[in-house]
């Protein structure tokens, strides 16, 4: 399995770094043609209307929704989780999302950068010890679709799941414990494809 992440802005290199210390092919993708050559795909924490607009401006908006939409294997942290969400709350004028996942998203709904905390948080399929969550300018999700499973929860749902879309409101790939990227490979992305081979 070869894992993309997305590379136009934010900590990219920390997700790449998670990937390969848990064994994973990874490769920053800026180019339809990387994005043609990964299985699953990581939507990286940073300005979720900066790396929307840069993905227009490398021709990979399109190409990257498309893919979600087929069932691509995809985590966002952050920003990423607002790039896969239907609906956005205080959205900027024009903001636009990949989409994919039933949810309603408020940006920014933890406060600003100087509001940033760390906590410990229960995760449903990790066992202890809990999940070290950081929030850096964070969203939460306000509304869950029917098919959409709520994995943790700090006063909203800070964790969402729906078939093989996982995003989270905070950044595992800043804490150097990488189970949730365990999760989403060996739970969610590996499942799916080994699924869609069988058809």
Request: charged share 25%.
């Amino acid at each position: 399995m070869r894992v993309g992440v997305l590379a136009l802005q934010g900590d990219f290199r920390e997700h790449l770094l998670a990937l390969e210390e848990c064994g994973v092919s990874a490769i920053t993708v800026r180019r339809p043609s990387e994005l043609e050559t990964v299985d699953a795909l990581i939507l990286p924490g940073g300005e979720s209307t900066a790396i929307a607009n840069l993905a227009r401006s490398f021709d990979l908006f399109e190409p990257l929704k498309v893919r979600i939409k087929a069932g691509m294997p995809t985590y966002g942290s952050c920003a990423g989780m607002i790039l896969l969400a239907d609906r956005v709350l205080d959205a900027v004028v024009g903001q636009e999302t990949f989409g994919g996942l039933d949810i309603t998203v408020r940006r920014n709904a933890f406060g600003r950068q100087v509001d940033s905390f760390e906590t410990d948080l229960e995760f449903a399929g990790i066992t202890h010890p809990p999940v070290r969550a950081v929030f850096i300018r964070a969203p939460w999700v306000e509304s869950v679709g029917n098919d959409v499973e709520v994995l943790a929860k700090f006063e909203h749902a800070v964790a969402v799941r729906q078939g093989a879309l996982l995003a989270t409101s905070f950044h595992p790939e800043l804490t150097g414990d990488n189970r949730i990227h365990r999760f989403f490979i060996e739970s969610i992305a590996r499942p799916a494809l080994e699924k869609a081979a069988v058809k």
